[in-house]
């Protein structure tokens, strides 16, 4: 069954930078855009980035838009997320998810929904 | 940015409840909306999308309806396991914001 496992995570100081990896299987990687969403402690979820399937377009949240990258390695079925700048309000807990529109077929779309989602992966943003 | 509220922000419910959870945009967005079950310490899981299409798997007793800018996630019949947080998303447009939350927890 399709499964993603982020990694990367950890306690970063302000200002520092810090690349994470959602590695999947299970499915064919290639055919879906892949998300990220973050859930700070305690508190809702929020959306951050999105990369198309083929990796021709790519959204952010304003709150990262400058400061993350979104980017993909087909050829090792990893998602990634570098983040640089890294601000006290970057700290949660960072999960990949899968969009739910299957791309193989010519009616592709970006769904926005997300239908398989790893466990996630600490960021701890403190001096 | 599409806006998001949802209401009740908690509620009490018991085995057997109709629950009602709602969720407003701040712009027409067609039926872009999809719902998410969150339990503590785990990733989202997808119920509802397209406002008010049930994911495989999900149980029926789940069910999402629409109305202008108005959603709706009802559970008929609530479950042990059904006791989350409950989420709202828009997928319209980017950002693909989220609502705020609904915790239901045990009466």
């Known amino acids: 069954q399709a499964q993603l496992v982020e990694s990367g995570g950890g306690v970063v100081q302000p200002g520092r930078s810090l690349r994470l990896s959602c590695d999947a299987s299970?499915?064919?990687?290639?055919?879906?855009?892949m998300h990220w969403v973050r859930q700070a402690p305690g508190k809702g979820l929020e959306w951050v980035t999105v990369?198309?399937?083929?990796?021709?377009?790519?959204y952010y949240a304003d709150s990262v838009r400058g400061r993350f990258t979104i980017s993909r390695d087909d050829s090792k079925n990893t998602l990634y997320l570098q983040m640089n700048s890294l601000r006290i309000e970057d700290a949660a807990v960072y999960f990949c998810?899968?969009?739910?529109?299957?791309?193989?077929?010519?009616?592709?779309?970006?769904?926005?929904?997300?239908?398989?989602w790893g466990r996630g992966t600490m960021v701890t943003v403190s001096s | 940015d599409i806006q998001m509220t949802q209401s009740p922000s908690s509620l009490s419910a018991s085995v057997g409840d109709r629950v009602t959870i709602t969720c407003r945009t701040s712009?027409?967005?067609?039926?872009?909306l999809n719902w998410y079950q969150q339990k503590p310490g785990k990733a989202p899981k997808l119920l509802i999308y397209?406002?008010?299409t049930l994911q495989t798997g999900v149980p029926s007793r789940f069910s999402g309806s629409a109305s202008g800018t108005d959603f709706a996630l009802t559970i008929n019949s609530l479950q042990p396991e059904d006791f989350a947080t409950y989420y709202c998303?828009?997928?319209?447009?980017?950002?693909?914001?989220f609502g705020p939350g609904t915790k239901v927890d045990i009466k």
């Open positions: 998810a899968r969009d739910s529109q299957d791309c193989s077929s010519t009616n592709c779309y970006l769904s926005g929904s997300m239908d398989v």
């Open positions: 299970g499915f064919t990687f290639s055919n879906y855009a």
């Open positions: 990369i198309l399937y083929d990796g021709s377009n790519k």
């Open positions: 712009q027409t967005i067609s039926n872009s």
């Open positions: 397209a406002s008010s």
């Open positions: 998303q828009q997928s319209y447009s980017t950002p693909f914001t």
